[in-house]
């Protein structure tokens, strides 16, 4: 079962080293990672998908509970929320009929084509990692020359998704 996992941290040097060894030192695999700061300079949000049973899930959690820069870990798979994941995709295009197909399925999933070269289109399309492998199915008999992605980003629904007590304290803390 894939669970996803918010962990707000410190926005210090060496968090993320640190969160993916000790849990690769424990031997758990991070299917997906997104790290970025959040709307407090001072804290960053890591996003994770962990593959796994429950008794995974919670073993994850509280090693990363453990760590001092960690100031909370959320496990959000079974709550409202909100995520996506963002590809840049190259695809072997020529001129003519082939364009117009690829610039086609671009429009119906929702892309954008953001450089044209001479034999190539690149593509950057968001969304559900379902939509994702669907359009990257669709790409697959044009030629895929390149392929890149984010990991996911998710977002709790709601005005006040976790009460934010801890977040605020820790940012307080960290500001001091």
């Known amino acids: 079962m894939r669970h996803l996992l918010s962990a707000v941290v410190q926005n210090v040097p060496g968090v993320l080293a640190h969160i993916s060894g000790m849990l690769a030192s424990r031997g758990y695999n991070i299917d997906s990672l997104a ?39 959320q496990d959000i798979s079974s709550r409202d929320y909100v995520e996506r994941d963002l590809m840049l995709i190259k695809v072997r295009s020529e001129n003519g009929g082939v364009r117009t197909e690829i610039r086609e399925l671009v429009d119906i999933f929702r892309g954008r084509i953001v450089d044209v070269g001479p034999e190539e289109l690149m593509i950057e399309i968001s969304g559900r990692e379902s939509k994702i492998q669907a359009f990257i ?14 990991g996911r980003i998710a977002m709790v629904r709601g005005s006040n998704p976790n009460g934010g007590e801890a977040v605020t304290e820790a940012a307080e803390l960290v500001r001091d």
């Open 137 to 150: 199915e669709r790409m697959r008999p044009y030629g895929i020359l390149e392929l890149v992605r984010t």
């Open 35 to 73: 790290v970025g700061e959040t709307e407090d300079t001072n804290l960053s949000r890591m996003t994770f998908v962990v593959v796994g049973d429950d008794r995974v899930l919670e073993q994850v959690r509280k090693q990363l509970e453990k760590i001092v820069t960690v100031v909370e870990v």
